[in-house]
């Protein structure tokens, strides 16, 4: 089947894995968020159909199982659907949009359901395992943004990735953003069952008035008027958040869990009409959301979890007219953590190597405040160039130089100062540039003595003496 709205790292992965069946029944799809991972499978699954193959499409948020629905409007089907409301399918045949938890509570279905294929959106949730389990001859596809997770290396096999964040960011298809991070010391975080900080501690830590004014005057200075999501800890903290802009004179809403349907769809088509501009919440919002205004992300909590922090600030990623960038705040020290939103990322089926303690990922711009690469000599927003600190060989205190100040050219062009510099930053060894500046004669050894702190003595012997 051709698709001529499919994007080339769509019609590419599609390619690799039909490349992929050939070997392996359990592959993954990783696609970053906003990159358009629903219309690729859902394009998948058209062409299952059409070659007479029954398809199960599995979810497990009612957000994601609406998005996914609708989305076959895009190759012209109408698929059948499972969740609680549902009635009983009248054929087992087609494509089938299936809710996990009702699926695996309607045995008979199980027994009588015989999938070709089965598409997991959001694979990197463990409570999709049974129903690999359940249908042990059926093909694999388990689809997510960050494949993360044991029960990976376990079920499957191949993991096909055509395209990563920077490439998107680059290609137009994503926006870039730019992060600020508030210091503050999390030792204090316990971590609960689910490996993640606890509720509990977190709540304990950021249920402070300072910390709930500090993200509303941070979000004043950083990004009034922009379409904010704000993800808080838990249900009280996201309510409590809710109410402390609204105090402040800023509409906000927090839909949670025990938000009703009719008040959750009221608080979003405010937001998202206008009415509104900050909406809280701990966890709804962070998969099968899709509201590409979306121009800032405030985490107003930490995760230990690099596929929750990816899901977050995603949300904000997508294209809109106008838009050019979107901006984070982060309270929770997770670039810290975690490292930029838009960093490359490999993914493979291997165990992830855990980051040596102490490692900087990222480091802040001292004059713009922006989160950059721990590794950037330039800030990409401001232009600051970031001194390169090296110590003296003689007198061990720390100096700085600028990158821009260690010279690019050969060393016969370079003069008893720039010289010098070279040997400081380790670029030149010491008896190499000496040998140099002997050879240019006495006045020269002398100059070159003098920017590397040594005495005259020094130059003395090393012009009778070599040394």
Same mark, same amino acid.
């Given at each position: 089947m051709k698709n001529k709205?499919?994007?080339?790292?769509?019609?590419?992965?599609?390619?690799?894995?039909?490349?992929?069946?050939?070997?392996?029944?359990?592959?993954?799809?990783?696609?970053?968020?906003?990159?358009?991972?629903?219309?690729?499978?859902?394009?998948?699954?058209?062409?299952? @159909?059409?070659?007479? /193959?029954?398809?199960?499409?599995?979810?497990?948020?009612?957000? $994601?199982? #609406?998005?996914?629905?609708?989305? %076959?409007?895009?190759?012209?089907?109408?698929?059948?659907?499972?969740?609680?409301?549902?009635?009983e399918p009248n054929s087992m045949n087609g494509i089938f949009v299936v809710m996990v938890e009702t699926l695996m509570r309607r045995e008979h279905l199980v027994q009588s359901l015989k999938p070709d294929l089965?598409?997991?959106?959001?694979?990197?949730?463990?409570?999709?395992?049974?129903?690999?389990?359940?249908?042990?001859?059926?093909?694999?596809?388990?689809?997510?943004?960050?494949?993360?997770?044991?029960?990976?290396?376990?079920?499957?096999?191949?993991?096909?990735?055509?395209?990563?964040?920077?490439?998107?960011?680059?290609?137009?298809? @994503?926006?870039?953003? /730019?992060?600020?991070?508030?210091?503050?010391?999390?030792?204090? $975080?316990? #971590?609960?069952?689910?490996?993640? %900080?606890?509720?509990?501690?977190?709540?304990?830590?950021?249920?402070?008035?300072?910390?709930?004014?500090g993200v509303i005057e941070q979000w004043k200075q950083r990004s009034n008027n922009k379409k904010t999501i704000v993800f808080n800890c838990n249900i009280k903290h996201s309510n409590e958040t809710a109410e402390a802009f609204m105090k402040a004179g800023i509409k906000s809403y927090s839909v949670t869990s025990k938000t009703s349907i009719s008040d959750r769809?009221?608080?979003?088509?405010?937001?998202?009409?206008?009415?509104?501009?900050?909406?809280?919440?701990?966890?709804?919002?962070?998969?099968?959301y899709n509201f590409p205004p979306i121009e800032c992300i405030i985490l107003n909590r930490a995760t230990d979890s690099l596929a929750l922090y990816l899901q977050m600030i995603g949300r904000g990623s997508r294209t809109y007219p106008g838009k050019d960038n979107f901006i984070c705040l982060d309270f929770g020290g997770n670039h810290s953590r975690h490292g930029l939103w838009s960093q490359p990322r490999e993914w493979k089926l291997s165990a992830p190597k855990r980051k040596k303690k102490g490692e900087a990922v990222v480091?802040?711009?001292?004059?713009?405040?922006?989160?950059?690469?721990?590794?950037?000599?330039?800030?990409?927003?401001?232009?600051?160039?970031?001194?390169?600190?090296?110590?003296?060989?003689?007198?061990?205190?720390?100096?700085?130089?600028?990158?821009?100040?260690?010279?690019?050219?050969?060393?016969k062009d370079c003069d008893a100062e720039e010289i010098a510099l070279l040997v400081k930053v380790g670029l030149l060894k010491a008896n190499k540039a000496a040998g140099i500046m002997k050879y240019r004669g006495r006045d020269a050894l002398?100059?070159?003595?003098?920017?590397?702190?040594?005495?005259?003595?020094?130059?003395?012997?090393?012009?009778?003496?070599?040394?």
């Amino acid at each position: 089947m051709k698709n001529k709205s499919l994007r080339p790292y769509q019609k590419q992965a599609i390619k690799d894995l039909s490349k992929g069946w050939l070997k392996h029944k359990r592959q993954i799809l990783a696609l970053t968020t906003g990159s358009g991972k629903t219309h690729t499978f859902v394009t998948m699954a058209k062409m299952a @159909l059409d070659r007479g /193959k029954t398809v199960l499409i599995l979810t497990h948020r009612t957000e $994601l199982f #609406k998005q996914t629905h609708e989305s %076959f409007s895009l190759v012209g089907v109408v698929p059948k659907i499972i969740n609680a409301d549902s009635k009983e399918p009248n054929s087992m045949n087609g494509i089938f949009v299936v809710m996990v938890e009702t699926l695996m509570r309607r045995e008979h279905l199980v027994q009588s359901l015989k999938p070709d294929l089965i598409i997991i959106d959001e694979a990197h949730y463990g409570n999709f395992t049974k129903v690999i389990e359940a249908f042990p001859d059926a093909y694999i596809l388990g689809v997510t943004a960050t494949p993360i997770g044991k029960h990976f290396y376990k079920y499957y096999t191949n993991i096909v990735q055509t395209i990563d964040t920077p490439d998107l960011i680059q290609q137009n298809f @994503l926006v870039p953003y /730019k992060a600020y991070q508030m210091v503050d010391d999390f030792s204090g $975080l316990r #971590k609960g069952a689910s490996g993640d %900080f606890s509720e509990k501690s977190q709540y304990d830590f950021f249920n402070k008035e300072k910390l709930y004014d500090g993200v509303i005057e941070q979000w004043k200075q950083r990004s009034n008027n922009k379409k904010t999501i704000v993800f808080n800890c838990n249900i009280k903290h996201s309510n409590e958040t809710a109410e402390a802009f609204m105090k402040a004179g800023i509409k906000s809403y927090s839909v949670t869990s025990k938000t009703s349907i009719s008040d959750r769809e009221k608080y979003l088509n405010d937001f998202e009409n206008g009415d509104c501009m900050v909406m809280n919440n701990a966890t709804i919002l962070t998969a099968g959301y899709n509201f590409p205004p979306i121009e800032c992300i405030i985490l107003n909590r930490a995760t230990d979890s690099l596929a929750l922090y990816l899901q977050m600030i995603g949300r904000g990623s997508r294209t809109y007219p106008g838009k050019d960038n979107f901006i984070c705040l982060d309270f929770g020290g997770n670039h810290s953590r975690h490292g930029l939103w838009s960093q490359p990322r490999e993914w493979k089926l291997s165990a992830p190597k855990r980051k040596k303690k102490g490692e900087a990922v990222v480091k802040d711009c001292p004059v713009c405040e922006a989160m950059l690469y721990g590794s950037a000599k330039i800030c990409e927003y401001c232009g600051y160039e970031f001194p390169v600190a090296i110590v003296s060989l003689k007198s061990g205190v720390m100096e700085e130089y600028y990158e821009k100040d260690i010279p690019k050219k050969p060393l016969k062009d370079c003069d008893a100062e720039e010289i010098a510099l070279l040997v400081k930053v380790g670029l030149l060894k010491a008896n190499k540039a000496a040998g140099i500046m002997k050879y240019r004669g006495r006045d020269a050894l002398s100059d070159f003595a003098y920017h590397m702190g040594y005495s005259q003595g020094w130059v003395y012997n090393r012009m009778k003496y070599g040394r």
